[in-house]
């Protein structure tokens, strides 16, 4: 049974495949190791287990992030001017100005979770997208790149751009995906962090009254 927590993550930088150091290099990095060594262990000793490395896929990994999202439940969504797929500029403040409670999911291409939950997020679309507005909101993928990744997943809910970053900065947002849940009145309900399940949507809807 698959579980409703979220699962990987994918930090806002994106992910270097490691690659083979020349030989003067691989002293310096020898070197470093042996100092880097010394304080984990002396880490280990103060029983000290963070991590600043996240791995996703084998052979890759991540540069250190902040790893967290702002806590923003509770709080008003903030709103930014993002752009349809076409170029055309839109504020976001028209979501609230709908009066409709909302999802909304910060998502790009290569982050494999985000691609796994689309599915997930096209179904609950196709059953609540009548009284829920769906948006996707991408933050590093051309737009025809954005709109070729939609076609080939079957998304048909809307899909908008963040190049610059602004939703994601007025929100607190820095690791992916992420989805927010948004009341008609626009106050984030419930904030997730990972990969979601159709049965974890529905029960964020139910709890926001939508059945």
Known sequence: MKSDQPTILCSVEQTHVLRRLRPVAVAL???IAASASV????????NNNDSDVILDEPGEYQEPGIGTNAPIEGTPLEHAIVSELDGQEIDTASLRDA???MLI???FSNCQP??????ALQAAFETYGDRVTFVGINTQDSAEVTEAFAQDLGVTYQLWRDPNGEMLVANGI???PTTLFVSADGTITKQVSGELTTAAITDALMAMGIS
Not at 39 to 46: M, T, V
Request: aromatic share 12%; proline share 8%; glycine share 8%.
């Open 29 to 31: 990095v020898a070197a």
């Open 99 to 101: 009066g409709r409670p």
């Open 39 to 46: 304080i984990l262990i002396l880490g280990a000793l103060q």
């Open 174 to 176: 820095s690791i992916f």
């Open 114 to 119: 985000c691609k796994r939950e689309m599915p």
């Open 105 to 107: 999911n910060f998502w």
